[in-house]
């Protein structure tokens, strides 16, 4: 539907321009050739030639080469702002009738000299000017993100404020067009939708670039498509499908409960989440004793990576105020708890284990491991991806080997691939596709391999035990990637984090 759309928009359009040409006494077939048209315009209007080479910058040209067809409707004494509304957003209608209509006539450079606009109408074209600029920058050059919870720690803190760019992965178009401007997917105040649905275009990334092992990325949730809208108890924290798990498979019970709050989001509107690439299309990644293996090799721990421990002392208590000044753990945060008389337990970085183990009233330094089948309700068994212990005895720390689907990659269809790819195959791939009495069915024809269509990604929190993650829900495609964390421009704690802003994300 979008490419019709598409292709009827540039037919239109081109077919109105060549109305124009001919109504301006110019050979009307310069009209239908790209650019060259333009070119002509610029002469019409007597601009500055530079204002046609500014349509080659990428993304912003095409935004330079509306500018300029508004202008010209002003040479056809179309000065109204609904006019020129018009212009950018039904072009492939307007300027058929301006180009065709007997009433339209060209006035050339000259009428429009003598019209002048009002004091409103300057700052209204000013407003609607800066609304259009800072959209196209929030949508295809970078965004301001805020860290919202400790999954990152500590190479990224709650309440760092930073800049995501868009041009690291390529620019992506939006999936939904019509939307609310600075808006994700909810209005403010009446918490209604942001975004229409009447138009829905393909996946598009121009100057496309693959995310690289390591990265810190910003991308939709995958498991956001559908979602029991009630942020508080629901939403990105317990999603739809981990409902239904809760409700012993029960997809009806869920309906029956939720019904009215339950809806449907398109891939640009789905949740924003913020996570380590750690595993590329093409690899296998398996986690033992949670540390991550990449291709059966031991990848890299960030620096600012932490997990938990669990800490006995020599019978000195712990000081919660010594332990933030001298070594950051915030107890208040949740990085020191204590549970018995002279144990703790205590999130640290590998540096910081290192430290602390040498430390003369550390009496032993653990770290907490989870492994099958001793594990709770969070972190291993059904609640980890592929959600079925069958084929997949897994925990947080002991997972895998998985292999990551690379696009134009084959696979056999057998049971264990048939749980670990279902919902890649289905859901984000768009096929119809069941087991069936120990067969398989790809768009009701027997199959016996699938060739995977786009590349996919394997994200996770840098705190390790305290990140809802790819371990939780499976893959990222590359349709759902928004952009790279690249910069820290604040941080707030109680005040500025002065130290960390400007600071570039690794």
């Given at each position: 539907?979008?490419w019709?759309l ?9 077919a ?5 040409f ?15 048209n ?12 530079t204002?046609f ?10 935004f ?10 002003k040479?056809?004494?179309?000065f ?9 957003f ?6 058929p ?7 339209v006539?060209y ?11 009002s004091?409103?109408?300057?700052w ?47 620019p992506?178009?939006?999936n ?15 918490g ?5 649905e ?24 995958p ?20 409902a239904?798990r ?10 029956n ?7 449907t ?13 750690v ?6 990644l ?21 997990s938990n421990?669990?800490?006995e ?9 010594q ?19 002279t ?7 590998a540096?910081?284990?290192k ?23 969070q ?11 069958s ?7 002991q ?15 057998n ?23 120990g ?11 699938y060739?995977?269509k786009?590349?996919?990604y ?15 829900w499976g ?20 005040g500025?984090?002065?130290?960390r ?6």
């Amino acid at each position: 539907m979008g490419w019709i759309l598409f292709i009827l928009g540039t037919l239109g359009f081109h077919a109105g321009l060549y109305g124009l040409f001919k109504k301006a006494n110019v050979d009307a077939w310069k009209a239908l050739i790209p650019f060259y048209n333009t070119w002509v315009m610029v002469d019409l209007m007597k601009k500055k030639k530079t204002w046609f080479w500014l349509q080659l910058i990428p993304i912003v040209g095409q935004f330079v080469t509306l500018a300029l067809v508004v202008d010209f409707s002003k040479h056809y004494g179309k000065f109204q702002f609904w006019e020129h509304a018009l212009v950018v957003f039904l072009p492939f209608v307007y300027l058929p009738w301006l180009g065709f209509s007997k009433e339209v006539r060209y006035i050339g450079s000259e009428g429009v000299a003598l019209y002048k606009k009002s004091s409103l109408r300057e700052w209204v074209d000013a407003a609607v000017f800066a609304i259009v600029a800072a959209t196209i920058i929030r949508l295809f050059v970078f965004e301001a993100y805020t860290i919202p919870t400790p999954s990152m720690e500590r190479s990224l803190l709650v309440n760092d404020f930073l800049f995501v760019s868009k041009l690291s992965y390529g620019p992506r178009f939006p999936n939904t067009p019509l939307s609310f401007p600075f808006v994700h997917h909810t209005l403010p105040i009446t918490g209604g939708k942001s975004y229409l649905e009447w138009i829905q275009l393909p996946y598009k990334r121009i100057f496309a670039q693959p995310v690289k092992r390591n990265d810190v990325v910003v991308f939709n949730l995958p498991v956001g498509d559908t979602v029991i809208n009630d942020e508080i108890n629901y939403g990105s924290r317990v999603t739809y499908y981990e409902a239904i798990r809760q409700a012993g498979g029960d997809r009806d019970a869920v309906w029956n409960e939720h019904g009215p709050i339950i809806i449907t989001r398109p891939v640009d509107k789905r949740e924003n989440f913020i996570k380590r690439c750690v595993a590329i299309a093409g690899d296998t990644l398996e986690v033992r004793k949670g540390i991550v293996y990449i291709n059966g090799r031991m990848n890299d721990i960030p620096a600012g990576a932490e997990s938990n421990y669990i800490l006995e002392t020599n019978g000195q208590p712990l000081d919660p105020d010594q332990m933030r000044e001298n070594y950051g753990i915030r107890e208040e945060a949740g990085e020191l708890r204590q549970f018995g008389n002279t144990q703790y337990e205590i999130f640290l970085t590998a540096d910081q284990a290192k430290e602390f183990s040498k430390l003369p009233f550390v009496k032993n330094l653990q770290p907490v491991v989870f492994t099958y089948p001793e594990y709770n309700q969070q972190v291993g068994g059904a609640d980890i991806f592929p959600n079925d212990t069958s084929c997949c005895k897994w925990t947080i720390d002991q997972y895998g080997p998985l292999y990551i689907p690379a696009k134009g990659a084959t696979i056999d269809l057998n049971e264990a691939n048939y749980k670990k790819y279902e919902r890649v195959i289905r859901t984000y791939e768009g096929n119809a596709f069941q087991e069936l009495n120990g067969k398989y069915l790809l768009n009701n024809k027997e199959v016996t391999t699938y060739t995977f269509k786009q590349n996919y990604y394997w994200l996770m929190g840098d705190n390790r035990h305290n990140s809802l993650d790819s371990r939780y829900w499976g893959f990222v495609p590359e349709d759902h990637v928004v952009g790279k964390a690249w910069m820290i421009f604040f941080s707030w704690e109680n005040g500025p984090r002065w130290k960390r802003l400007f600071r570039l994300i690794h």
